[in-house]
């Protein structure tokens, strides 16, 4: 369906509105939205204000017959989920978007699943651009986090345990069946869909983690690549078991070495991996049962052995595990390789 | 020119030392940049932040042959002029793009075009995102300004003086000249094309208005038309004296049409449209003086005379143009008109 809705008319109608409603409950301090050069925020003196900025373009992180809803969901998903790896607690975004014609349903559908999630996250639309061209949606986002509590990837030490949080590797598991690289029972293709689709942008267990972590991430491109930022940051190596990566059950029924390569490797899951000291392992698990989410204790960080950081991959024993069946799997994914 | 970079690498390359520089110098509260999931920003309790989100899109916003340094240049230059429509002073920028491929000649060219505004508003990359995909460059830019200091569209009070910065119609001269819409001698044509290819944005001119002007935004779509968001906001009509529209002397030797439609109407410009009460007036001029940049008053803010905010155009002895002189120019520029 197209329309001839110019760009005021299309920010009012389907996003101003929205977003009245989260900012005029004064949750943050937004002191004006949408309708102006610029969106104007009063940080409180005692926090750090957290930025992070994606970009998601068809075809590279969604298919072009993706749900519209899912997308908007997804689009912010990605942006909190950064906020999370930090500790921030969501302000509110921005939002840039391409489109290539004027589809009211798509944009119906694409900003019920946006704002469902801000909403859910008290986390308004503050401002933004829409222009005409390729479907191009960018987020920034905006959270907040007491000065000095930012969890960086620069603060892990040798022989703090490295964690991951929920499971890893059904995202990469939903995209191998759509790309029919295996065949996924309809069953479990339903299981697991919304981990590729709609993740679940870990906020709580990044607020709880401030003071216990030391270091976070959010899983994007998959574990042990993603984890490599943050031996490079803190000059660290790791042992990683690769028996104790979480999968869900669904990822269990697959072959061992599908398995392997997609809990270690594979992307989208939006997961925080981090790290703690031993004495904290208590209090982490006290937070798994708090927000009903599994935390799993899969390694170590050691000190760092030469000028690359290194992951050495353990079999259950602590055996490191031999290069033939380590290799394929520290390819991890790059947007321009 | 085709790279294997991959995307750490390039952000590396090309981004990443830039900002280093200017984030070292302290120039600003940024605690964090590059390398991490979010950047982190200290505020001053003393300040608001201004946000601003642009995103240009290839053979939309620029020609797919244009000079990548001045693309750098105005894909940033766009933002600052929005913080400069509100009083605010650069703090920093993040940039999500996406690149048809790594062109090296290319990214160096835009990255000087970029990071030489950058460091001249000592305004750093702060973080971002680089993804494979329709060329697509977006930015989000972060000003401060003293709480309570924003000028925001909807000050303007009736009897207030409407003014504009600098001259107006000069980049779509340059468009029409490439559009072969009309010849322009390749002198003229020098002489004017930075008005569309590398805009400057008028912060030191927002900044002085702080506490001055009563609205301002920045003409980006044409003067009329941004015009028109100051009465919506304000809630007030506008009479405008059509010959008082400052022209360079390229524009003033086309046709008088020309004149009329270009400066009136052309967008791109990058200008700031404000209102200030008339005892301004004095204080206003010295700010001209001050900063080599002709500021000129067009008219003058009316109430409100039905529903819908009206712009007068007035011929110079001050009588109302005939509706057939006027109704070609009100047709400003809308993205999906």
Redesign the interface.
Known sequence: MKS?????E?IQRFFKTGSETMLSSGAHSI??GI?????????N?A?????????L?????FFANTNPEWLGHKALAVNLS??A??G?KPIGF?????LPQ?DLAWLEAFSKGLFTLAQEHSCPL?????????L?I?I?A??S?P?GK?I???GAHPEDDVWVSGSVGDARLVLAALRHELILSQKDLNAISARMHKPTPRIQLGMELRGIATA???ISDGLLGDLK?ILI?SKVDAEIFLNRLPKSVTLIHQSEAIQNEFAACGGDDYEICFTAAPDQRNIIYDISKKLHLPLTQIGTIKPMQSSKPKIKLLDQNGKALSDSKVAPLLKSF????
């Open positions: 001839e809705l110019g760009e005021f299309l002191s004006l309708g102006d050069d610029c969106a104007l925020l009063k940080p003196p926090e750090t204000i957290a930025i992070t900025s994606d970009m373009v068809e075809d590279r992180h950064d906020l790896a930090m921030a921005t939002l840039a978007i391409a004027t503050m401002g933004g651009d829409t222009t005409a061209g390729p191009n960018c920034t905006f959270g986090i000065q930012a960086k990837r620069s976070a991430l959010d930022h940051q790059d947007h321009f390789a």
